[in-house]
């Protein structure tokens, strides 16, 4: 357990719809990034939020996008739902954006594009 | 970040030591060597972490050779519970963001 709980933990979407996932970070951590595995490969970073902002980015179109609250908790949004998108996103929390190496993730949020 | 090769798996028997190599011999002297370990369907779980002296924790040890340009993740005593996908990871202090390669799928059998 690390105390970094996402939602929701599977969900079934069809093309050009728009999901919201959301993570509760690990109580005392500041720093939430999200990261996108699809089936087989390793977990590809798409953005992290420090303190309310985004703190880098990976290659990841605009439609992607993230939201960091007062709590630090965090939502991230994908639009326009493409096949491709279907994947586990896993949500990770840390104390600080910088020597992030040592992260706590959740149990991840398996998205199905139909 | 440097990037990392691991095999893509290997097998270990239950109660023996498996020992997990990773070449990152591009890395540079601010760079550390992250192990992150996913179980099926979990979230990557953190394992152990250096930057040249050898480290050991209650999951691990984590012994890195002199010119840091390889190191190798020991599980010391195996357990079904440890069958997972390895993932060997080197990054900056300063990073922040993880970059995962394919890992080491290891199968601990009975």
């Known amino acids: 357990e690390t105390g970094v709980t996402q939602s929701p933990t599977h969900l079934i979407k069809t093309r050009g719809q728009q999901v919201t996932l959301r993570c509760s970070s690990q109580s005392g951590h500041n720093t939430v990034s999200w990261y996108q595995q699809a089936l087989g490969q390793g977990p590809q970073f798409i953005f992290q939020y420090y303190r309310e902002e985004e703190n880098g980015r990976g290659n990841f179109p605009p439609r992607f996008s993230g939201l960091q609250f007062p709590n630090y908790s965090s939502e991230l949004n994908v639009n326009a739902l493409e096949l491709d998108d279907s994947a586990l996103y896993l949500c990770?929390?840390?104390?600080?954006?910088?020597?992030?190496?040592?992260?706590?993730f959740g149990e991840g949020s398996r998205l199905t594009v139909l | 970040d440097a990037k990392t090769t691991q095999p893509t798996s290997m097998d270990c028997a239950e109660g023996r030591a498996a020992n997990l190599p990773c070449n990152h011999s591009?890395?540079?002297?601010?760079?550390?060597v992250y192990w992150y370990r996913q179980i099926h369907s979990q979230g990557p779980q953190y394992i152990i972490h250096?930057?040249?002296n050898n480290e050991t924790n209650e999951m691990a040890s984590l012994i890195i050779t002199e010119d840091r340009k390889s190191s190798t993740l020991i599980l010391p005593h195996a357990t079904l519970r440890d069958t997972a996908v390895y993932y060997c990871?080197?990054?900056?202090?300063?990073?922040?963001?993880?970059?995962f390669g394919g890992g080491t799928r290891v199968l601990v059998k009975p």
């Open positions: 591009t890395i540079s002297g601010n760079e550390y």
């Open positions: 990871i080197v990054i900056t202090a300063a990073g922040n963001k993880l970059t």
């Open positions: 990770a929390s840390s104390f600080e954006a910088a020597n992030t190496g040592e992260l706590f």
């Open positions: 250096g930057l040249k």
